[in-house]
């Protein structure tokens, strides 16, 4: 009887453990419960844009110069923007391509340039696509991986936010209002993720994300944006970097979070959004369980990559092949997750 008792208070107390797990150790599933879709290099992308810095006043600063050393992380030393002003940055990353619509072609006069005029006007005015259009959630949907997108201030709790219209300025700029704007959150400028309720119903305030987070159920695909004065557009790199240690750091290397997955901190453009600026790098760091550094030489690769890496990459990792856009994936260098390509 004794043993017997032993063996029953053993059992509940063993329960009692087992409850109080946190509950992101339940296994990797995403929203709902659905279970994550195996992955080539990784299961979940994590991905975080900040705004406007060039690459070595980032490196200058106490926090960000040592991110990338930390085991499992590294500097992607030869990582490249698009083009000028932020908006195509942006829609490269989900669309593989800024259909015309970028400074250069403005200053060229190219008719093709989408919205040059706006862009001369220093306006930045919302751009839409032909419905046809294609971007990552189409990539991501067909492979069965669950998406979110966040963004800092975004104007509703869920959905499509259709108060910024084209032709309509995306926000009205006041002193201390360093808020959401429509051109860092892409995803609300392509009609085949807007007319369809199912994907706008992925689309979040970023408030949401810290509740996927404590409830463990991330999806595996996240694009997260920062407000205007977080993300430095409004702000300066010490400003950002205390806002990252802040609200992030502990994220950022709990186990949960990184466990295989491929985390990506990036910036949309340099700070210098001239033609003089045709090389156009910028602070990219990776990190994650997968990101093996067993040496100095493991914390950079110098790989040449740019944003249109970031789909051929998850393409990559869920499809085995890249392209399937038929814009600027086709030919982008994949993220090598493991070791770096130039090690």
């Known amino acids: 009887m004794k043993l017997a008792s032993i063996f029953a208070a053993s059992c509940v107390l063993l329960a009692a453990m087992a409850q109080a797990k946190p509950v992101y150790n339940r296994g990797p599933t ?9 992955g080539r290099q990784f299961d979940r992308i994590f991905q975080m844009v900040l705004e406007n810095h060039d690459v070595w006043p980032v490196h200058a600063d106490p926090w960000f110069g040592e991110f990338w050393k930390k085991d499992n992380h590294r500097l992607l030393g030869n990582y490249h923007a698009i083009t000028h002003v932020s908006q195509p940055n942006y829609i490269n990353m989900i669309a593989g391509s ?9 200053v060229d006069g190219n008719p093709d340039a989408m919205s040059n005029i706006d862009i001369l006007a220093g306006s930045d005015f919302p751009v839409t ?11 991501l949907e067909e492979a069965g991986i669950s998406w979110r997108a966040y963004a800092e201030g975004y104007p509703i709790r ?9 032709g309509v300025p995306d926000f009205v700029w006041t002193e201390g209002n360093h808020t959401y704007t429509r051109r860092h959150f892409p995803f609300i400028s392509f009609p085949s993720i807007t007319s369809k309720q199912e994907r706008c119903n992925n689309l979040f305030n970023s408030d949401q994300f810290f509740e996927d987070y404590k409830n463990g159920e991330l999806p595996q695909y996240i694009y997260y944006v920062p407000n205007l004065e977080n993300d430095m557009h409004d702000s300066n790199t010490t400003y950002g970097s205390l806002y990252i240690q802040k609200t992030w750091s502990k994220i950022f290397e709990e186990e949960y979070f990184n466990e295989n997955a491929l985390n990506i901190l990036t910036f949309d453009e340099s700070a210098n959004f001239t033609l003089s600026d045709m090389n156009n790098q910028i ?18 690769d110098w790989a040449y990559y ?11 990792n869920w499809t085995g092949k890249i392209g399937q856009l038929g814009t600027n994936d086709t030919f982008a260098n994949v993220i090598s997750v493991k070791q770096p390509w130039t090690n």
Do not use: R
């Not at 869920?158 to 084209?166: N, R, V």
């Not at 602070?283 to 990101?291: A, C, F, K, L």
């Open 98 to 106: 800024d259909f015309g619509d970028n400074l250069y072609n403005a």
């Open 283 to 300: 602070y990219t760091t990776i990190w994650g369980s997968g990101v093996e550094t067993k040496s100095t030489w493991d914390h950079i």
């Open 158 to 166: 869920q959905g499509c936010d259709f108060d910024y219209l084209p």
């Open 306 to 316: 740019n944003h249109t890496s970031l789909i051929s990459t998850i393409e990559d």
């Open 129 to 139: 696509f032909p419905d046809s259009t294609k971007t990552i959630i189409d990539v």
């Open 30 to 38: 995403g929203p709902n419960g659905v279970k994550y879709v195996k």
